[in-house]
């Protein structure tokens, strides 16, 4: 090949004026373009070698009449290239090495036809990110060199840009302009200041996609070069086969078709490395011949209405990302077929797992061998009428110890395999256990060293979280040392948390606790300290009696029923916390928590000097709030929603509040005024909604920081204040009330 770039700078520039060197260097670049191709042919051979050598044990003689049928091909192009070579001194071109005189270029223009780009959206993109990124402002101008050899479409790239819809919305004043080798600044800044206000018009992107693919049934012999291919979130209905004869193509992208719902054959995109069909919510099935696509390194169908995968995928040795696996009840697409796919990397979903036909197909997946993938989920979609044979499963697909992140959904056995909560995965950071109604027990977790994030969720029949929930630790081996988020929902049957001494140790680093829809449990938490959680969410525990324990770090606490079961309030909860509130409390929300709400003076609120945020509601007792000295001064934010029996806002409870920035009162029924004396003078956001029996609006005008202010669904309020509204009113919203037709 022709060395250096001087030569075909040379070539480009006489071309303008003589057309032996333009045909001289059409066909310099298509001999290179086809030595390109010869390049991944052989590459492609090697592969399908390696591949099939895998099964043979014998010398195939169709391989040697393919290796020589390369090999005269090889010669051609040699030859053909050492031509070229030759004629370019019969041309009188030279290899420039150094800056020479030369003929005036022509001068470009922002013009250009895009019906004849191909293949060049991912620089356009790229250069428009930077254009539009929001660094590129005023203070931080941007400039984007565009580089490369003569010919390679410098030019061509700068127009689709310049072009572009985004450019065109993006910049109020837009020039194009020639930059000559011999230039003079002053002249160059003058032709810039002539070009503002010139507009050019330019096609939509959508369109412009879209336009490409009806283009390509009749343009594939133009398209013969291209390598990438970007058809996302066009309205294609079905793929055109044309798409098939893009031999040279190496990614294909369809993500967000939502119209596309079938492939054609691509099983002759033997070079295809990347093939993204992220949200083709239609597509059911993926053609069978995408099993010949032994180039494959990236197959993305998240979002998309498979239900199994295509037959023999495990011939794609090369791939390395599948974010979904379908397992289907067939050998061709069953779990096995994972086997064959030793380098994927990064996550993994394997789901209908209830397909798995034999528990040792799944041993064959080798997922203990694919140390290169740090998210795994496993989820059974359907029932699963054997718990034996689920537990067998689950127990032939343990994953690499290098996992991070480990998700099992839908899980039907009775009890975990073993592997489940070893300490030898000491890299598992987050795990998710879901859905796993038949489980007696939890597994022993606590001994995941690295563990951070636990949820568990859905096991109906766990009656006791007790010492087996923390493992085999000893006093050396803080059971869950690194846990910094603990969740346990939906389990209808948990009715005692236990812990002994063995355990007091747990939860060193423990930051945020959450107990939801757990409507049995009566003691809730462990008795032991948790020296470092700030947060505390207790919602629907009906039958929650027992003090809290003390969090001397407690940042917010959440206690709260539901709206849509009466049965799931916390009615029975009597106690605070043992030794009281911690003075950290930031925020707290009492919800639907009747006998806890009654004897909240006893509560210290006064004397939380970090008290910011207070919601409390869905009580059927209380008829004027707040209580005189209830609240902290420190308090800026007050919630008061559903208290169905309220009367009326007691001016003495909040006449201390001057910290008070917002004050929400929310589908009170009863309320019929608000203190006269007026709401503290320290508000700026008011809301007051759904109160049907509310009369009218405190004094407002005295509210000199009052900024937002939303009434609506109060259909006897008729008026504003006669004083009318403060000037520091910015915001001020008025639905489903009378006084909106004033």
Not at 614 to 631: H, R
Request: aromatic letters at 6%.
């Amino acid at each position: 090949m022709i060395s250096g770039g001087g030569l075909l700078d040379d070539a480009e520039e006489k071309q303008i004026t003589k057309t032996d060197v333009r045909e001289w260097l059409a066909e310099y670049k298509d001999a290179v373009y086809e030595a390109d191709d010869f390049l991944d042919e052989i590459a492609y051979e090697a592969l399908r070698q390696e591949v099939e050598a895998e099964a043979q044990t014998f010398i195939n003689p169709l391989e040697i009449k393919v290796l020589r049928e390369m090999e005269e091909k090889s010669r051609g192009l040699q030859e053909r290239l050492d031509h070229l070579v030759k004629r370019k001194d019969a041309l009188g071109l030279i290899n420039r090495t150094g800056k020479e005189p030369s003929s005036p270029k022509r001068p470009t223009t922002s013009l250009v036809d895009e019906r004849g780009v191909y293949g060049r959206d991912d620089d356009r993109e790229a250069i428009l990110k930077l254009l539009l990124s929001d660094d590129a402002n005023e203070e931080n101008p941007s400039v984007v060199p565009i580089g490369g050899m003569g010919g390679v479409g410098k030019t061509t790239l700068a127009q689709l840009v310049y072009n572009h819809r985004r450019v065109q919305e993006g910049f109020d004043l837009k020039a194009w302009v020639c930059v000559s080798e011999d230039f003079s600044v002053s002249k160059l800044t003058k032709v810039i200041l002539e070009g503002f206000g010139s507009k050019h018009a330019c096609d939509n992107l959508d369109q412009l996609q879209t336009k490409d693919a009806s283009m390509l049934s009749c343009s594939t012999s133009k398209l013969k070069h291209l390598r990438y291919l970007d058809l996302s979130r066009s309205d294609l209905v079905t793929l055109p086969e044309e798409v098939s004869a893009l031999l040279n193509l190496q990614t294909l992208i369809l993500e967000y078709c939502r119209q596309l719902a079938s492939l054609p054959d691509l099983g002759n995109l033997k070079h295809l490395r990347h093939l993204n069909l992220q949200g083709t919510f239609r597509i059911k099935r993926l053609p069978e011949s995408l099993e010949r696509l032994i180039n494959l390194r990236y197959l993305n169908i998240k979002d998309t209405a498979l239900t199994e995968m295509p037959p023999h995928i495990g011939q794609l040795t090369k791939l390395q990302t599948l974010n979904y696996f379908l397992v289907g009840r067939q050998s061709e697409t069953s779990i096995k077929e994972l086997g064959k796919l030793r380098h994927l990397r990064g996550d993994l979903h394997i789901r209908n797992l209830q397909n798995v036909v034999d528990a040792r197909d799944a041993g064959e997946a080798n997922l203990k061998g694919k140390k290169h993938l740090d998210k795994l989920r496993f989820t059974w979609d359907g029932d699963t009428h054997d718990p034996q044979h689920v537990t067998s499963t689950l127990e032939k697909l343990e994953p690499n110890r290098k996992v991070k992140d480990l998700e099992i959904d839908g899980y039907g056995g009775v009890r975990f395999p073993e592997w489940v909560g070893e300490s030898f995965f000491s890299n598992i950071v987050s795990l998710k256990l879901s859905g796993c109604t038949n489980c007696i027990s939890l597994p022993p977790l606590g001994q995941l060293a690295s563990l951070e994030d636990l949820s568990i969720e859905g096991f109906d029949k766990v009656e006791t979280v007790s010492s087996e929930f923390y493992g085999n630790c000893t006093a050396m081996k803080k059971p869950f040392k690194s846990l910094k988020t603990l969740s346990f929902r939906r389990m209808p049957e948990w009715r005692e948390w236990i812990s002994d001494e063995g355990s007091r140790e747990a939860f060193p680093l423990l930051e945020w606790l959450s107990i939801h829809e757990c409507l049995n449990l009566a003691k809730a938490l462990p008795c032991h300290h948790l020296p470092r959680v700030t947060r505390l969410t207790i919602h629907g525990c009906k039958q929650l009696a027992t003090p809290l324990p003390r969090f001397p770090r407690l940042h917010s606490l959440e206690v709260s029923g539901s709206h849509s079961l009466e049965s799931l309030g916390c009615s029975e909860v009597e106690l605070c916390p043992e030794g009281g509130f911690p003075s950290t409390l930031q925020s707290l929300e009492i919800w639907g928590c009747n006998k806890l709400i009654a004897g909240c003076m006893q509560w210290g609120l006064q004397t939380l000097p970090s008290l910011s945020r207070f919601l409390i509601g869905w009580d059927e007792n209380i008829e004027s709030f707040p209580e005189e000295m209830l609240l902290p001064s420190s308090l800026t934010t007050l919630v008061i929603d559903d208290l169905k029996h309220l009367k009326s806002l007691d001016y003495k409870g909040l006449q201390h509040l001057t910290s008070l920035r917002e004050l929400t009162i929310w589908d009170c029924p009863l309320i019929e005024s608000m203190p006269e004396e007026g709401l503290p003078s320290s508000l700026s956001t008011l809301q007051i909604e759904y109160c049907p029996m509310l009369k009218s609006l405190p004094r407002l005008q005295h509210l000199t920081s009052l900024g937002t202010l939303n009434i609506g669904y109060c259909p006897l309020i008729e008026s504003m204040p006669e004083e009318g509204l403060p000037s520091s009113l910015s915001s001020l919203k008025i639905h489903m009330c009378p006084m909106t037709n004033n």
